[in-house]
């Protein structure tokens, strides 16, 4: 089944802790990116990746990292964790017409 | 990428025919229009994608006027499960940088 994959899905977390949260995709889409989702401030980009070697920010990167060694996976690394990080975070696959949502990771910094 | 404005939020009933109408008076000679749905706690799911004219698929129609600044999401007769937040994005054709607004909370009612 074409699926993105990300783990884990709930995440609780201290300040400073650093963290990754992993997004694999079995479609081999060269596209791939990052959003959270905020109440009242809906899906914003954090990263992207046109494909291997090769990311870029999007609207909100700060406090984020991203790697794209290989072109099924896309971590999404949180070096030093902050409160307002505290999101619901999708990663997103894209050939042709539409992309393809992992189901989401619910991180919570404390 | 063209900015959209669509309604905040509509209600319908079960059995109805439900239009979302969202407007991209900029949109470029090279965009697409697109549209996902989103449930609570779940990735956007992509609905239906098109340039001019009339799109149909399984799950809705896609109507564009002639000047592309408007489109109508369609969705016949609707069920409480079609309840859930509707995006329209204006995407540039075989680019994947998607940006999203706050989307149409749709609820459905019996």
């Known amino acids: 089944e074409a699926q993105v994959t990300q783990n884990p899905r709930y995440l609780i977390t201290v300040t400073g802790k650093k963290l990754t949260v992993t997004c694999s995709q079995n479609?081999?889409?060269?596209?791939m990116s990052w959003y959270r989702q905020d109440p009242g401030l809906g899906l914003r980009q954090i990263y992207y990746?046109?494909?291997?070697?090769?990311?870029d920010k999007g609207d909100v990167p700060e406090g984020y990292k991203v790697s794209r060694k290989e072109k099924r996976n896309f971590p999404l690394i949180l070096e030093s964790p902050s409160p307002n990080q505290t999101s619901l975070y999708f990663c997103a696959s894209k050939a042709g017409e539409g992309y393809t949502f992992g189901s989401g990771t619910r991180l919570t910094v404390v | 990428l063209a900015k959209t404005t669509q309604p905040i939020s509509m209600d319908s009933y079960e059995g109805q025919e439900v239009n979302i109408t969202c407007s991209h008076n900029n949109i470029a000679t090279n965009d697409y229009i697109t549209w996902y749905q989103q449930f609570p706690s779940q990735g956007p799911r992509f609905i239906i994608q098109g340039y001019k004219t009339k799109v149909t698929n399984e799950v809705a129609s896609l109507f564009i006027p002639a000047d592309r600044k408007s489109s109508t999401l369609s969705l016949p007769r609707v069920s409480l499960s079609d309840t859930a937040v509707y995006y329209c994005l204006v995407v540039l054709y075989n680019n994947n940088d998607m940006r999203f607004g706050a989307g149409t909370r749709l609820t459905v009612k019996p």
């Open positions: 990746s046109m494909n291997v070697e090769v990311t």
């Open positions: 479609m081999n889409h060269e596209y």
